[in-house]
C-alpha cells in the first residue's frame, strides 16, 4: 500500500475524491456490498437505540455514527476463529460476525434475552459464539488482553488471531506501552487499532499526545504501523486485512491508526457542544464514511436511490421489530444471580438459593 511520506505520518486511502478507487487495491464487490448493508443496518441502530434512552427505555448507550466504516471493515477482514476485543464503538463486530441483532438489543435493556443475563452495563456487550470480549470502562486493558490472548494463539500453534481496539486517549495509558512492547519482542499474532476519534471524551488529541502521529508509537517498539483513513471503508478493509494476513504467516503484531471522528456525543451522558464546536463537526459530517461509500457504490452502477430507498426499509424494519422482541423480554430471574460462577453449586450457595426461591418477590416501583 502506497502512502504519502510513510505508512506511519502518511494516509492510506482508497476512496478518491470523484468516488472512483485506487486501482492498485482490489476489495470483491461482494465485500462492499455487506459492508455497505452493515454500515447503514448500524446507522440505524444507533439512531433508535439514543431515541430509546431518550425516551427513558434504556438507561444509557454509546453509538458509533460517524465511525462505523471502522468497526464493519475489521470485521469482515476477519475469520471466525479470530477473537475481539473492542473498546466503546466496535461492538457492531459481533453483528458482522452473526451474533442476533434481538439478543445484542436485549443486552442495552439487560433483561432475559441478554446472554450475559443483565449483570454487565450496556454498550458493554460480549458473545462466546463470536469469540467477543467485553469491553471495560477503565480505558486500555484490553489491549494487553488481546496480546495476551495471540501469545496464547501462537504458543498453540493456531491459525487464528486476536484484534484489539482503543481510542486515541488508550494510547496515553501504560497498558498500551506494555502491550506494545510485549507484541514487538513475542511478535504475537495480532492487529491492535486505534480509532482515533479526535476526541478522548472532551480532551482533543493534541492535548494528550504530542507526537506527529499515533501510528508513529508503534516504531518504538518494532511493531510495523500504518496510518489508515478511518472514513473510507475499503482503506480500512484493505489494512486490516493485510494486517491479518501477515499475523496469521508469523509476521507479528501490526498497529493501525484509524484516523475517524465522532459526529455524535461520547455518549448518551455526554454533551459535546461544551468542548467542540459546530464548525469541527460540520467538516466532518462532509466526510462521513456511509456517504462516501454510498457514493462510491452509485459511481460503480451496484446501487441506485430506489435500490438505497428499499434497503433503508428494510433495515428499519429489521431494527424495529428486533426493539419490539428484545424489550418484550421478562426481566432475568433472581435465581440466576448463583450461575455461572461454580461448576457445581456450593450447598450453602444452594441453600440460599433455595431460600431466595420461597421468598416472594420485591414489591415493583409502582406498588
Avoid at 339 to 361: G, I, N, T
Wanted: one cysteine or more; glycine letters at 8%; charged letters at 25%.
Amino acid at each position: 500500500m502506497s502512502v504519502e511520506n510513510s505508512r506511519e505520518l502518511g494516509l492510506f486511502r482508497v476512496l478518491r475524491d470523484d468516488h472512483s478507487q485506487d486501482p492498485a487495491v482490489s476489495v470483491p464487490d461482494a465485500v462492499v456490498l455487506r459492508a455497505y448493508r452493515e454500515m447503514r443496518r448500524l446507522r440505524i441502530l444507533d439512531a433508535k437505540m439514543i431515541l430509546l434512552q431518550r425516551q427513558g427505555r434504556v438507561g444509557f448507550y454509546g453509538a458509533c455514527t460517524g465511525q462505523e466504516a471502522v468497526p464493519i471493515g475489521t470485521a469482515l477482514a476477519l475469520e471466525a476463529d479470530d477473537w475481539v476485543y473492542p473498546a466503546l464503538r466496535e461492538q457492531s463486530v459481533m453483528l458482522v460476525r452473526g451474533f442476533p441483532l434481538t439478543q445484542f438489543i436485549a443486552q442495552v435493556f439487560g433483561n432475559s434475552g441478554d446472554v450475559q443475563k443483565g449483570r454487565q452495563m450496556p454498550s458493554h456487550h460480549s458473545g462466546r459464539s463470536v469469540n467477543q470480549v467485553s469491553w471495560s470502562s477503565n480505558i486500555g486493558p484490553q489491549i494487553m488482553q488481546a496480546v495476551g490472548t495471540a501469545w496464547a494463539m501462537k504458543l498453540q500453534k493456531k491459525s487464528s488471531i486476536a484484534v484489539g481496539f482503543m481510542g486515541d486517549g488508550a494510547t496515553s495509558q501504560g497498558d498500551f506501552h506494555s502491550a506494545m512492547n510485549f507484541a514487538g519482542v513475542f511478535k504475537t499474532p495480532c492487529v491492535l487499532i486505534c480509532q482515533n476519534n479526535h476526541w478522548s471524551i472532551s480532551v482533543p488529541t493534541a492535548k494528550q499526545t504530542a507526537s506527529a502521529t499515533i501510528a508513529i508509537k508503534g516504531l518504538a517498539y518494532a511493531v510495523p504501523s500504518c496510518r489508515v483513513d478511518g472514513n473510507d471503508l475499503l482503506a480500512v478493509y484493505a489494512a486490516v486485512k493485510e494486517a491479518a494476513d501477515d499475523a496469521r504467516a508469523g509476521k507479528g503484531t501490526t498497529f493501525i491508526e484509524c484516523l475517524t471522528y465522532r459526529i455524535g456525543a461520547h455518549s448518551t451522558s455526554d454533551d459535546p457542544s461544551r468542548y467542540r464546536t459546530d464548525e469541527e463537526v460540520e467538516s466532518w459530517k462532509r466526510k462521513d464514511p456511509v456517504d462516501r461509500l454510498r457514493n462510491h457504490l452509485v459511481h460503480r452502477g451496484l446501487l441506485d436511490d430506489a435500490k438505497d430507498a428499499a434497503l433503508e426499509a428494510e433495515l428499519t424494519d429489521e431494527v424495529n421489530e428486533a426493539v419490539k422482541v428484545a424489550e418484550a423480554f421478562p426481566a432475568p430471574s433472581r435465581e440466576s444471580l448463583f450461575d455461572d460462577v461454580y461448576q457445581e453449586l456450593p450447598w450453602f450457595l444452594q441453600e440460599q438459593k433455595e431460600e431466595l426461591r420461597r421468598a416472594p418477590p420485591a414489591p415493583s416501583h409502582g406498588g
